[in-house]
Every structure is written in C-alpha cells, then in structure tokens.
C-alpha cells in the first residue's frame, strides 16, 4: 500500500518541482521579488514574536551601535531600531496594499461606465484630468492636514490622485474591447448591460490591473514615507519608516544606523513589488510571454 502511495505522489511533486523550475528560469524577476515580499508580510504578521516593544523608551541606551541584544542599534530616545523597523513593515504595507486595493476597484467600476457609456465618458474624463493636473503629494498634504493624521487618512489622501491612471487604463480598453465581434453578438442576443460588463468586458481588464496594482502599491509606499518623513503622514510615535528616517536625520554623521535600517528595508520592499510588477508584465503580457 505504501509503495502504491509513493509511486502516486512521485510524479505530482516531480511536476510540480518541474513547474516550479520553469517558472523561476522563465520569470527570474518575479519569483525574487514575490519571495522579498512573501518575507516582509511574514516579519509583519510576525511582528510580536520576532520583536519588542517599539514605543519602549530607555535614555540611558540611547544611540548605542548595533549588538547582540539590539540588532539594529538605539535611537536617540533609546528605542530599539530592530524593533521599530520590523513594526514599520505593518504600516507600510497596510498604506500600500489599501490604496492599490481601493484605486484598483474604484477605477476599474469607473473605468468600465466611461469606456461603454459615451455621456459617462465626456464627464468622468474631464473630472479624471482635473485630479492628475493636482501634484500627489500636495494634494495628500492637504488632506492631511485638513484632518488629524492617521492611516485612513493617509490611506485616502495617497488613493485619490492614483484614481485618474487606473481609470484611464480601463477605459482604453473597454473602448477596444466593446467593438470585437463577440462584444456585438452578445448585445444582439438582448443581454443586459451589467451582464456585459462583468462577464464579456470586465476579465479583459484584470491582467493589465494586476500589473498596474503593484506599481501603485509601490509609488503607495513612497509617498507614505514621503509625507512621514515631512511631518504630514502618520503620528510621530507611531513607528513607521519614514518617521524613523525623519526623527534620526540630525544624528546621521555618529549613528548612521538609525537611518540606514528603516532605509534599506523600504528600499528592498519597494524594489520587490517592482520586481513582481514586472514578472507579472512578462508573464501576462501574451506578446511579451512568446517571446520569452
């Protein structure tokens, strides 16, 4: 029995390992960024069992260089910079996959009325280049400042000028995809707009939001460090990247390391989701994908 059992799965793992294999020859780019990324979200998740406290305060360890007992070195209140980076992962990845998240489902429902209804189009346009003639970062400025700062606030301040990209993307397709013969057929056959839209119109959308949502997760990202760093994203005590760089500016030159921890792991996490963004161009885009 238990040789019928191994002579079973031999194959399925000899396939899948084969599979794995190709996909990571073919598509090198996205299976590091996707493993650079798997790995930050598990820090994350992980946060409360791989660090400390990151709000603990001790003035007598302050600016001490990175040890056994703290990874990462102390700041100048005396904080533990491991502890405030590995917690600083939480925040910026919320920011980054929230606003791709709502930018993506928002622009793709607006998308989809402005490219088939043309009264839609005219209106939902001119709305669209009104927000992308707003700079982002003043724009998100001013949200937050209107209102206390928080994550939500954040959160929507830095989605509203992604809007405009996502919503032009959709449409240009759906104006492609309305005219194909099986669009045609499909209306002759009396079947009902929303029908159309979701089942007919809307799959041809998914691939290029795909791609399109990493690269917003990743801008996302920076801009949340951005308007940290400049005293207009998250609370100061909440630890967070850009804080972390903007608090430790002005001890750079006698513990550098309080800036280039928080600072290359926003690094890597940006570049992984570029690196995914782009495997996923590869291997979504079929004119790309044949010659590969």
Not at 126 to 140: E, F, K, N, S, T
Request: proline share 7%; glycine share 6%; aromatic share 6%.
């Amino acid at each position: 029995m238990s040789v019928i059992t191994a002579s079973a799965t031999d194959p399925i793992s000899r396939t899948f390992g084969n599979r794995l294999w190709r996909l990571a020859r073919r598509n090198p780019t996205m299976l590091l960024g996707g493993a650079i990324l798997i790995f930050f979200v598990a820090v994350a998740l992980l946060a409360p069992l791989l660090a400390g406290d990151p709000m603990l305060k001790v003035p007598t360890r302050r600016l001490l260089p990175p040890s056994p007992q703290f990874w990462f070195g102390t700041d100048h209140l005396g904080q533990d910079v491991f502890a405030r980076t590995v917690y600083g992962a939480r925040v910026s990845l919320i920011v980054g996959l929230s606003v791709a998240t709502i930018s993506v489902l928002i622009g793709m429902t607006i998308g989809l009325m402005a490219g088939y209804y043309r009264w839609v189009d005219a209106a939902v346009m001119r709305l669209m280049d009104g927000l992308m003639a707003i700079p982002a970062i003043l724009l998100a400025i001013a949200l937050v400042a209107l209102n206390q700062g928080s994550i939500g606030i954040v959160v929507a301040a830095i989605a509203i000028p992604e809007l405009p990209r996502v919503v032009r993307l959709v449409r240009s397709i759906v104006l492609s995809v309305r005219e194909l013969p099986f669009v045609e057929a499909v209306i002759a056959c009396g079947a009902r707009t929303p029908r159309i839209l979701v089942l007919h119109i809307m799959p041809s959308t998914i691939a290029p939001l795909i791609v399109q949502a990493t690269y917003i997760c990743a801008s996302a990202i920076l801009v949340e460090a951005s308007l940290s760093f400049l005293g207009a994203g998250v609370p100061p005590e909440t630890p967070s990247w850009g804080n972390m760089i903007a608090s430790s500016r002005l001890y750079l030159a006698r513990a550098p390391w309080t800036i280039f921890c928080p600072a290359i792991a926003l690094a890597l996490v940006v570049l992984a989701v570029n690196l995914l963004g782009d495997g996923l161009r590869d291997k979504l885009d079929p004119r790309i994908s044949r010659r590969m």
